[in-house]
């Protein structure tokens, strides 16, 4: 493994330390390493030199920067109540994500590569309107939370 950095008392791969600075810079504030991420937390968990969840709850986000995508590791994602229009287009390499949590945000369309992520389980998707969601229910969801989120096909 390449040579590790030092993120809010945890030690990243370089990629995953870039990621975390960048979030960082989008957010406006470091992000905290904590012991467990749910819905309303702020903050990342990491392990073994990767983080592998990430809570960015009511931070205002507009958009992610596509280094978030480097995060190799990352089994659970929870961007409730932002602003978030778009998904980075790389976010299928987060092949690891098994939890995506996109409720209240503006997201109108997903990314063809969100059917790269072949370890997604949940997904939440309440109080959006998107226009047209990829197969992945069909594919390899477990459980979809869509309440009140409007597919309009």
């Not at 905290?32 to 960015?56: K, M, Y």
């Not at 390499?93 to 949590?101: E, G, H, R, W, Y």
């Not at 389980?121 to 309107?129: A, N, R, S």
């Amino acid at each position: 493994m390449g040579k590790s950095k030092n993120y809010n008392n945890a030690d990243l791969i370089e990629s995953e330390y870039i990621a975390m600075k960048d979030l960082e810079s989008v957010v406006g504030e470091p992000i905290p390493l904590v012991q467990t991420i749910n819905w309303e937390i702020f903050g990342f968990v990491a392990s073994d030199n990767h983080v592998t969840r990430l809570g960015l709850y009511n931070r205002g986000l507009n958009a992610l920067p596509d280094t978030i995508c480097s995060l190799s590791s990352l089994k659970g994602l929870w961007l409730g109540d932002n602003n978030l229009n778009t998904l980075p287009e790389q976010i299928g390499d987060l092949k690891s994500l098994k939890i995506l949590n996109l409720s209240g945000n503006n997201l109108k369309v997903f990314p063809d590569s969100i059917l790269s992520l072949i370890s997604l389980e949940q997904v939440w998707l309440g109080g959006i309107k998107i226009s047209s969601l990829p197969n992945i229910a069909k594919k390899w969801l477990k459980q979809l939370r869509n309440n009140g989120c409007t597919i309009y096909k």
